[in-house]
């Protein structure tokens, strides 16, 4: 065979492999999306495709991986945003005492995702699943504290949707690897 054959035929290759795992990630969020209307599927795939780990998924289990992952470094990064919040010295005292609630609750939630990801990877599914609704309900309960004061503004809204969003995709794709 001459060399420009081989290249070609591995550059082929590289391209199927290529356009297959992308179809694992659009797949999976298109089927995550179709049966939960907390997931939008331009979400799932915009936050997904950023981690290599999900171009190179070659099933839906590679992806939960990274949806879990992509959970906790979000969870860390919202800890710190809380933290800046926390530094304003004029914040309302309610607010203030929120906020100190929501840090405990978005750090617990980080824990319980590491939970998660290790019962994922030992298969047992019921303790993943139980331990990544907990987390969920970290960020609910996060900004359902804001609502209980009339004219308090949750600053964590935009923060609330996305993390509940990621974990409603680690649920659909642990439910979708049981199939
Ligand atoms: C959490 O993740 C979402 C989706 O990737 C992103 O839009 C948001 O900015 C992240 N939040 C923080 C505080 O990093
Ligand atoms: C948190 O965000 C999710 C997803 O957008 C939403 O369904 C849920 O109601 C929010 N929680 C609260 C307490 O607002």
Redesign the pocket.
């Known amino acids: 065979m001459n060399s420009s054959l081989v290249s070609s035929i591995v550059f082929f290759c590289l391209l199927i492999v290529s356009v297959r795992s992308a179809d694992v990630l659009s797949d999976s969020c298109g089927e995550a999306a179709k049966d939960d209307p907390?997931i939008k599927f331009d979400f799932c795939v915009s936050t997904l495709e950023g981690n290599p780990k999900a171009k190179s998924a070659t099933g839906v289990a590679d992806l939960v991986k990274v949806a879990i992952e992509t959970a906790i470094s979000n969870s860390s990064s919202i800890g710190s945003l809380i933290t800046k919040l926390l530094s304003d010295k004029g914040l309302e005292p309610y607010v203030r005492s929120c906020l100190q609630d929501c840090s405990e609750l978005y750090s617990d939630a980080g824990s319980n995702l590491g939970k998660g990801e290790q019962a994922f990877e030992g298969k047992d599914y019921g303790t993943a699943n139980s331990v990544i609704s907990a987390a969920m309900d970290s960020?609910?309960?996060?900004?359902?504290q804001f609502?209980e004061k009339k004219g308090v503004v949750?600053p964590l809204?935009k923060e609330?949707?996305?993390?509940?969003?990621l974990n409603?995709i680690s649920l659909a794709f642990i439910n979708m690897v049981q199939k």
Do not use: H, L, R, W
Not at 139 to 144: G, K, V
Not at 160 to 165: C, D, G, P, T
């Open positions: 907390n960020s609910s309960t996060c900004e359902d609502k949750s809204t609330n949707n996305s993390f509940f969003q409603a």
